[in-house]
């Protein structure tokens, strides 16, 4: 019976990772930069919705889960309505969770280019991140 389970939950667990195309997570990470970089030029609904799509279509990827969330953030930063900027801190602390829950002890590291440096995607940071999305949440209550 656990092997019938574990097969089940590899093969309904596989679409999920299957879906989440080559390029998601620097098209992720470039979408933060873009955030991060245009700020209240962005349009925020253009964006959450490019970012909604790559959680949806990576929901087993910590990589590009973790930058979504920081993605979400960076665009909470800027929106001025208070109930956007909060849905995008909720869902960004949602992302980030899911992402850690992902990685476990030993997932490697990723590279991503970011403003023309290779930098990486990893899960070393853990607990100030999720410290700093927690107060920023905070500061909306």
């Given at each position: 019976m656990k092997t019938l389970l574990l097969a089940a939950a590899t093969i309904l667990g596989a679409p999920a990772a299957l879906a989440c195309p080559d390029g998601a997570l620097q098209e992720t990470?470039?979408?933060m930069v873009s955030i991060g970089q245009h700020?209240?030029?962005?349009?925020?609904?253009?964006?959450?919705?490019?970012?909604?799509?790559?959680?949806?279509?990576?929901?087993?990827?910590?990589?590009?889960?973790?930058?979504?969330?920081?993605?979400?953030?960076?665009?909470?930063?800027?929106?001025?309505e208070k109930p956007i900027r909060l849905q995008l801190r909720q869902a960004a602390l949602a992302d980030f969770d899911r992402a850690v829950t992902l990685a476990g002890a030993n997932t490697e590291a990723l590279p991503v280019m970011i403003n023309g440096q290779k930098m990486a995607v990893n899960f070393d940071d853990n607990a100030e991140l999720r410290a700093a999305l927690v107060a920023a949440l905070g500061e909306e209550g």
């Open positions: 990470a470039s979408l700020g209240e030029g962005v349009d925020h609904a253009e964006a959450t919705a490019s970012i909604n799509e790559k959680t949806t279509a990576c929901l087993a990827n910590p990589h590009v889960l973790k930058v979504a969330a920081l993605a979400r953030a960076t665009l909470a930063d800027v929106i001025e």
